[in-house]
């Protein structure tokens, strides 16, 4: 009974008279999860589930191995080093290196505001790129000044940082968050940039622009309507309200730290 219904569960009721020769990588991933499910467990362990499958075959059996989750509602602990896997599949994420707990939460906390340097350049695809830039006070603001590049930031943020204008910082901005202007959003707090278009790959639903400007190297993930090609000088704008900054010292992210010093009185 119990092999009927994993293999109900899994699709496997063709195969139950094959031998295991005679199924395919992903038909002998699923068997092996019946093998799991048949013991009716309390949690599941799944260490690189994955890793040995073709590309295709792999994005297919992580939506199965979702659909599985979803319909047991068991708890379920899955290693992987593909951040990809991580963010598509899990609920909560823990990012650890070397050993050591870097954070924990959903995938869109990661995304969008990581603890430190090493989960924003690991947690998203293409990476994050990274400055090195100092804040200044600016028209009674404050900027990320990368060395003649200037990023001001919102009026709260510069309430909130004005105290550590002169602080060494190393600041993210991921790909997605830099527009050819051609195809800017409007409701967007923009800084233009000139840059040179070193390389370009056309991925079909996006434009991936490898560029140079002000002595930095980064990657613009832009409409794949843009026009720019190889060798052309152009400008490329900033979302000033997607800019991430992290400490240079310890690389923790500067506002992680201000927001929990403001609610803990006495913090540093």
Request: overall charge neutral; some cysteine.
């Given at each position: 009974?119990?092999?009927?219904r994993?293999?109900?569960?899994?699709?496997?009721?063709?195969?139950?008279?094959?031998?295991?020769?005679?199924?395919?990588?992903g038909?002998?991933?699923?068997?092996?999860?019946?093998?799991?499910?048949?013991?009716?467990?309390?949690?599941?362990?799944?260490?690189?589930?994955?890793?040995?499958?073709?590309?295709?075959?792999?994005?297919?059996?992580?939506?199965?191995?979702?659909?599985?989750?979803?319909?047991?509602?068991?708890?379920t602990?899955?290693?992987?080093?593909?951040?990809?896997?991580?963010?598509?599949?899990?609920?909560?994420?823990?990012?650890?290196?070397?050993?050591?707990?870097?954070?924990?939460?959903?995938?869109?906390?990661?995304?969008?505001?990581?603890?430190?340097?090493?989960?924003?350049?690991?947690?998203?695809?293409?990476?994050?790129?990274?400055?090195?830039?100092?804040?200044?006070?600016?028209?009674?603001?404050?900027?990320?000044?990368?060395?003649?590049?200037?990023?001001?930031?919102?009026?709260?943020?510069?309430?909130?940082?004005?105290?550590?204008?002169?602080?060494?910082?190393?600041?993210?901005?991921?790909?997605?968050?830099?527009?050819?202007?051609?195809?800017?959003?409007?409701?967007?707090?923009?800084?233009?940039?000139?840059?040179l278009?070193?390389?370009?790959?056309?991925?079909?639903?996006?434009?991936?622009?490898?560029?140079?400007?002000?002595?930095?190297?980064?990657?613009?993930?832009?409409?794949?309507?843009?026009?720019?090609?190889?060798?052309?000088?152009?400008?490329l704008?900033?979302?000033?309200d997607?800019?991430?900054?992290?400490?240079?010292?310890?690389?923790?992210?500067?506002?992680?730290?201000?927001?929990?010093?403001?609610?803990?009185?006495?913090?540093?």
């Amino acid at each position: 009974e119990r092999v009927s219904r994993a293999a109900k569960i899994l699709n496997l009721e063709p195969y139950l008279g094959r031998f295991p020769r005679e199924l395919s990588g992903g038909q002998r991933q699923r068997v092996a999860m019946g093998r799991a499910i048949v013991r009716d467990p309390k949690v599941f362990l799944f260490d690189e589930p994955l890793s040995n499958l073709d590309a295709k075959l792999r994005v297919a059996m992580r939506a199965e191995i979702k659909s599985l989750h979803q319909r047991l509602k068991t708890t379920t602990v899955y290693v992987t080093h593909d951040q990809v896997e991580a963010m598509t599949m899990a609920t909560r994420i823990a990012v650890l290196k070397d050993g050591i707990l870097q954070q924990v939460g959903t995938p869109e906390d990661l995304y969008f505001r990581p603890d430190n340097v090493f989960v924003a350049g690991f947690i998203g695809s293409p990476s994050m790129n990274f400055f090195k830039g100092t804040l200044k006070s600016i028209d009674g603001g404050v900027a990320v000044d990368l060395e003649g590049l200037q990023l001001p930031l919102s009026a709260a943020r510069s309430q909130r940082l004005a105290a550590l204008a002169g602080t060494q910082v190393v600041c993210g901005v991921r790909p997605e968050d830099l527009y050819d202007p051609d195809f800017l959003p409007m409701h967007i707090r923009s800084q233009a940039v000139d840059a040179l278009v070193d390389v370009t790959e056309m991925v079909g639903n996006e434009k991936l622009l490898y560029v140079k400007s002000g002595g930095h190297d980064y990657l613009a993930r832009v409409d794949p309507r843009s026009r720019a090609r190889l060798g052309q000088q152009m400008q490329l704008l900033f979302d000033l309200d997607r800019i991430h900054l992290f400490r240079a010292d310890d690389e923790k992210a500067i506002d992680k730290i201000e927001i929990e010093a403001e609610e803990v009185p006495g913090v540093n």
